[in-house]
């Protein structure tokens, strides 16, 4: 038997969980985060042009394939006519939409399907707002593995009509993904389906740390001085900071080094966190009634509201919102300025920066990445 390089144990409580079959913390509830050794600067990174050349700080047992569709290693666009636009010295969008399937959600389902697959599971089940869904649907095509999804009928057509060209079941419900979130829930109980839910399992968040690495290395292993996410669950975010702790514990880093301020940007129908940080809140309350077109923010309870709370803490972080009409103009903005297909989630993540620096939050001389986590093209119907 191969032995794992990495254990689980608990992101709040520190509780050890085994390996197989993970879930939450079954002391506390919270999500699990996989542990490693530190990566010593000057490890080699693995010869391969896909997400998973971070092999060394990613859940792979020797010898084992991992499941790829050659996700990751996107472009960080440098724009100075966007840097000017919101008052900041540099800024680049990291373009995700340059994924399979058109998201960052890619990179998750690359490990998360890599690691149910090697223990097992009859098939994968996700609840989705869309694009972990048409994520989720392609890996487990490439996994050979029948995939299970649920979501909002609401959801972009584009999004939709991907999850059933890869193949898989589409269940389109009335509500939103924390409905969704409770279908899955049963159809895995009554299934034995992998739950590939947002921070339900611990692997989702490990795929996306390579975002966190990938801006590292593509800064000439230095970090910036802030990044935007447009948060919904709060992987990405979270993903991206985790990555940087362990680069930071390996020594990658500049001496000295400390995590950039997180910009969380939210929309102003369903800011869960926005509103919990504005309120020194170290938990969010549920957002009744989510509304807004970005569907990828549509998210009004999400399970990693303590670590994202934690992270902005911690970096003297910002949480903001975007109306839908300010997502419109600056997604306008993000692709007419650069040539990008930005996503309105991308447009939210300008939007809340812009504000940001206007209210002294993000100094004028600050180095910025901002995350344009998906593609316009899914929005087209
Ligand atoms: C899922 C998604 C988000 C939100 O990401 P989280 O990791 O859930 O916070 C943002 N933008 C797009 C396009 C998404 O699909
Ligand atoms: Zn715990």
Redesign the pocket.
């Known amino acids: 038997m191969t032995v794992a390089s990495w254990s689980l144990t608990c992101s709040a409580c520190n509780t050890p969980s085994a390996l197989d079959g993970a879930a939450l913390c079954t002391a506390c509830g919270q999500p699990l985060f996989a542990r490693y050794q530190p990566v010593p600067v000057g490890t080699p990174l693995a010869p391969r042009w896909d997400s998973w050349r971070y092999t060394p700080f990613l859940p792979l047992l020797a010898g084992e394939d991992p499941v790829t569709l050659g996700e990751g290693l996107t472009p960080m666009v440098e724009s100075p006519v966007l840097a000017r636009a919101v008052g900041v010295r540099r800024l680049w969008i990291k373009d995700?939409a340059r994924n399979p399937t058109a998201?960052?959600?890619a990179r998750?389902m690359s490990v998360a399907v890599t690691r149910a697959k090697g223990q097992g599971v009859p098939g994968l089940v996700v609840p989705t707002?869309?694009?972990?869904g048409a994520a989720l649907a392609a890996y487990g095509a490439a996994a050979g593995l029948p995939v299970q999804v649920f979501a909002p009928r609401t959801t972009p057509r584009p999004i939709l009509d991907t999850i059933e060209a890869m193949g898989a079941t589409l269940i389109r419900i009335d509500g939103h993904i924390g409905d969704a979130g409770k279908l899955a829930l049963a159809y895995a109980a009554e299934t034995g389906f992998f739950n590939v839910s947002?921070l339900r399992e611990p692997y989702r968040v490990e795929g996306?740390k390579t975002m966190g690495f990938e801006l590292a290395e593509q800064l000439e292993w230095r970090v910036p001085d802030a990044i935007v996410?447009?948060?919904?669950?709060?992987?990405?975010?979270?993903?991206i900071w985790k990555a940087l702790e362990e680069l930071m514990a390996g020594g990658w880093l500049p001496a000295g080094s400390r995590q950039p301020t997180y910009v969380v940007a939210q929309a102003e129908g369903c800011a869960p966190i926005a509103r919990a940080f504005a309120g020194n809140a170290d938990r969010a309350e549920s957002w009744v009634n989510p509304v807004t077109y970005?569907?990828?923010?549509r998210?009004p309870s999400?399970l990693?509201d303590r670590l994202l709370l934690r992270i902005l803490r911690e970096t003297q972080g910002v949480a903001g919102t975007a109306s839908e009409q300010a997502m419109r103009d600056w997604t306008h903005t993000l692709a007419t300025a650069t040539g990008l297909d930005a996503?309105?989630?991308?447009g939210c993540a300008l939007s809340v920066l812009s504000e940001a620096v206007r209210a002294g939050r993000i100094a004028p001389d600050a180095e910025v990445v901002v995350?344009n986590?998906?593609?316009g093209a899914?929005y087209r119907a």
Do not use: D, Q, R
């Open positions: 995700e998201s960052f959600k998750g707002a869309g694009n972990a947002t996306m996410y447009p948060t919904g669950g709060g992987e990405g975010t979270i993903g970005a569907s990828g923010l998210v999400p990693g996503a309105p989630e991308g995350f986590t998906g593609s899914s």
